[in-house]
């Protein structure tokens, strides 16, 4: 399996904290990978170390199945806290700066990446005078302005307007899909990440303490009715039989959960009272992914 | 390297400061050139009871075994050391302030670091873009005054004494660079601007501003030495830094 990072017991301390403990992950390539977890939880240090601005206390970062991290780090596109740009340049100049820098200035078509990213138009505009999502789209451009195959992104839509983040979402999508970039990314805004993320990581105190794919979050996060009844076999017997629902699990000595049906709520209810059996809790459990990401962060696994 | 020195040559001669330090340069420079009335009023017999003469006299010795002709290399040689020593001592520190702590201002130095470029090329290419820009800055002002002089006093036996500039040029821009060395050693040091210009001028005016006189009355082998043991005792100390610090 392509891999285009891959931690081992990476470490980051200052002073006494662990800012990041210990964490082994892994990025598959072409993974949009989500990294929550709370303000001060060592999302940005972990993703400095990646990017070589941080020097790890301890562990061994691999970038592209290689340990040269100087010839990988090439190959990666950052966005860590905010945006890096001259403000004073316009769009071009930074792109063309950034261009230079990595050695395409006879290759690179800016016009195209600018195109890319929606940012035509602006020739003579000076960066200092964008809006925050037109820098923030003008980073991702440079971000993935020296052929970039893998782009660590730090809060890439904080401070953004609903326009503004549906528009770097679809903007990631587009470099996802259309260019095989792999995206490493951190936000605060869940449901948003949960639009567009394959795969997650769970940071808690320098700890990756979970790790979980876009389809175990589904099932995570599945909705279900959950009831409370004193006869649990007749209960059963009147689910399958009389009303033909297959989807439910059986859980301690009274609880069922229904994963099917879950509009009948009432009808099931009637169906139990009809055939004897007391119902002491009914109701529709689970819970959105804001809320199952807000769990996580509490330390609540669902 | 050679990309990121391209790309501090771009960013310098697109950055509104630097066009900003040249245009003061310039400025400085028109000053300066009003002043020929004076040169032009020296006569041989002058001793250095005038201060502006009195400038040439030390840097010429006893001028008056010479005629009026020596007054364009006096213009030339007078303008390479007020532009050459204004910008060791007021240029420097302010440009290399400004034009390095802006990298962690703008966060162009993560961005660097981040796509794989290691410490000590990012330290020299910026070192190295400095040294290019003032070094450019020092030879303009030597071409334009050496126009202006030809152009007044004609070329009188200026060849002649085109040994003597070129030294005094050699040794103005060796000062700039051990300068300069100095001045990114405490930029990288401080990260920030409002820090890294007084540290600069403490440390050039207060400590290293004396040296400067010192050594412009050495011989160019001397000037040579010290300067290089200075810049490689700065620009290391600078990598060393800068390699062990998070950014």
């Not at chain 1, 890096?84 to 792109?95: C, D, G, I």
């Not at chain 1, 037109?134 to 971000?143: G, P, T, V």
Request: some cysteine.
């Amino acid at each position: 399996m392509d891999y285009v990072l891959k931690t081992n017991n990476l470490t980051k301390k200052f002073k006494d904290i662990k800012a990041v403990n210990e964490v082994s992950m892994s990025v598959k390539k072409g993974d949009i990978y989500g990294f929550i977890g709370k303000n001060g939880a060592g999302k940005s240090s972990f993703m400095k170390m990646v990017c070589g601005m941080f020097i790890p206390s301890s562990g061994e970062i691999e970038l592209f199945g290689n340990a040269d991290l100087v010839r990988g780090r090439k190959k990666i596109g950052s966005i860590i806290e905010s945006p890096a740009f001259y403000p004073s340049m316009t769009a071009e100049e930074n792109l063309r700066y950034y261009s230079i820098v990595t050695g395409q200035k006879k290759y690179v078509k800016l016009d195209e990446t600018l195109k890319f990213v929606g940012l035509t138009g602006f020739d003579s505009k000076k960066v200092a005078e964008f809006s925050l999502g037109m820098k923030q789209r003008l980073a991702i451009a440079i971000a993935f302005s020296n052929s970039a195959e893998f782009l660590v992104l730090d809060e890439p839509v904080n401070g953004l307007d609903p326009t503004g983040i549906k528009e770097i979402r679809e903007l990631l999508l587009r470099l996802n899909e259309e260019k095989g970039i792999t995206i490493l990314i951190s936000s605060h805004i869940l449901g948003e990440l949960s639009k567009i993320a394959t795969k997650y990581g769970v940071i808690d105190k320098g700890i990756l303490v979970d790790e979980f794919d876009s389809n175990e979050l589904t099932e995570r996060c599945k909705k279900y009715i959950k009831i409370e009844v004193d006869n649990m076999m007749k209960a059963s017997h009147v689910l399958s039989e009389q009303m033909n629902i297959q989807k439910f699990e059986m859980h301690n000595s009274n609880t069922i959960k229904i994963y099917d049906n879950l509009e009948n709520v009432a009808l099931i209810n009637r169906n139990m009272v009809l055939n004897d059996i007391n119902v002491s809790y009914i109701s529709i459990q689970g819970m959105d992914l804001e809320d199952y990401f807000v769990r996580l962060m509490e330390g609540i696994k669902c | 390297m050679l990309n990121l020195i391209c790309g501090e040559r771009y960013k310098l001669y697109t950055n509104i400061i630097s066009k900003v330090i040249m245009l003061l340069f310039m400025i400085s420079g028109i000053i300066y050139f009003m002043q020929y009335r004076n040169i032009s009023g020296i006569n041989a017999t002058d001793k250095a009871n005038d201060d502006f003469i009195g400038v040439f006299v030390y840097m010429l010795g006893d001028i008056s075994s010479y005629g009026n002709e020596i007054k364009s290399t006096i213009f030339i040689l007078g303008a390479i050391t007020v532009f050459g020593l204004l910008s060791a001592i007021c240029i420097v520190p302010v440009f290399t302030s400004i034009f390095v702590t802006d990298e962690y201002a703008t966060r162009n130095i993560q961005q660097l670091s981040g796509k794989g470029f290691s410490r000590h090329k990012i330290v020299a290419a910026k070192f190295l873009g400095i040294c290019e820009f003032i070094i450019l800055m020092i030879l303009t002002m030597t071409l334009i005054s050496t126009a202006v002089a030809i152009g007044i006093t004609g070329m009188g036996n200026l060849l002649d004494f085109a040994p003597i500039v070129l030294i005094y040029l050699i040794k103005i821009i060796l000062i700039n660079l051990a300068f300069i060395s100095l001045a990114v050693f405490g930029s990288f040091l401080t990260k920030n601007c409002g820090a890294a210009m007084p540290v600069n001028f403490i440390l050039i005016i207060c400590l290293f501003g004396e040296l400067a006189n010192e050594l412009f009355n050495r011989d160019v082998l001397t000037l040579m030495r010290v300067s290089m043991t200075m810049i490689l005792v700065f620009f290391g100390g600078t990598v060393f830094a800068f390699n062990r610090s998070d950014i």
